[in-house]
C-alpha cells in the first residue's frame, strides 16, 4: 500500500485498493479508496484518479 500528502493539508492517506464507480451517471469510474493514515479510527474516502493524482503526492515514509 502507498501513503500519499495531501499537497494543500499536507495530512497523510493510506492508498486502501482501486475501485471502480458504478453509479449510473459514472458507471465505470476508476477510483481510489483511501483512508486518513495513523488515527485511531479514520475516516475512509474515494477519489477519482486523476483528480486524487493532482491532489495528493506519493511519500516514502523510512
Known sequence: MKVYRHKKTGNLYLQL??????TNANDGQKMFFYTEYGKEN???FVRE???FLEKFEEV???
Open 42 to 44: 479514520p475516516m475512509k
Open 49 to 51: 484518479i486523476s483528480e
Open 17 to 22: 485498493d482501486e475501485v471502480k464507480n458504478c
Open 60 to 62: 516514502k515514509l523510512t
